[in-house]
């Protein structure tokens, strides 16, 4: 019998179909395990792909879709890079004068953040906020050596990155950013990087919310599941 993948997002494969105003489509594969013999090869051979269109807002005027559609629709992308790092910065065009900046750090360290859909940033903009998705040192895309660069240097090189990536974005957007509202949120190691940074520059963030953070390295190497992780992002 065939069975039927569940539902995912498949940002990798429609990414260029996916903004921060444009969720990525929705699609299902579909595997005829029947007649694929227990054979990997015939098996990928015999899946198909059904997408599903994308979600589409009421325009009408008046309605809370509708105005969220013209807020995600006059949503404005641009860069902020430093010689060591990168980060987009997201904001609306429907919302006028000063914003607060909500910086957002991803996880692993060993990861990114992209310019891809994301129902929660699309609620902050809504909400009239702009947006900083950092990728400091360590982050994928932009090469090995970049990658390896942050290995034996957490908490330094990728704290740095961090201040000096929402400093210059405050600076190049004195009459968008309020850098007397400044928020910041993290998971993993992006709560460990929120924790290193409230802790270096208390009076730089309004708020924090700190995620399943890593906050006790020499912990880590007895009871986490990963103490390779820290050997190698601690230690090198």
């Not at 039927?4 to 940002?11: E, F, I, P, S």
């Not at 990525?24 to 395990?33: G, I, K, M, R, S």
């Not at 942050?150 to 210059?168: M, R």
């Not at 509202?181 to 919310?209: Q, Y």
């Amino acid at each position: 019998q065939a069975f039927v993948g569940t539902v995912r997002w498949v940002q990798e494969t429609v990414r260029k179909q996916s903004s921060v105003a444009q969720p990525p489509y929705c699609v299902a594969v579909l595997f005829d395990f029947a007649n694929s013999q227990n054979d990997t090869e015939k098996l990928l051979k015999t899946a198909q792909w059904f997408k599903f269109g994308t979600h589409q807002f009421d325009e009408s005027a008046g309605t809370i879709e509708g105005q969220i559609n013209k807020t995600l629709k006059n949503a404005v992308f641009s860069r902020v890079t430093t010689d060591t790092a990168e980060a987009y910065l997201h904001y609306s065009k429907d919302i006028g004068g000063k914003r607060g900046l909500i910086v957002l750090l991803h996880g692993g360290p060993h990861s990114i953040l992209t310019n891809g859909f994301l129902a929660g940033n699309a609620l902050f903009l809504v909400a009239g906020y702009a947006l900083l998705r950092i990728n400091y040192r360590g982050s994928l895309g932009y090469g090995q050596k970049y990658v390896e660069s942050l290995l034996g240097h957490i908490g330094q090189y990728d704290v740095d990155d961090c201040i000096e990536l929402v400093e210059k974005c405050c600076k190049m957007n004195p009459d968008l950013i309020d850098d007397k509202n400044l928020f910041i949120s993290g998971g993993s190691h992006g709560g460990f990087l929120v924790g290193s940074l409230i802790a270096k520059v208390p009076k730089m963030f309004k708020a924090a919310i700190v995620r399943n953070p890593v906050l006790n390295l020499t912990d880590m190497i007895n009871k986490s599941d990963i103490p390779a992780w820290t050997m190698a992002e601690v230690l090198n």
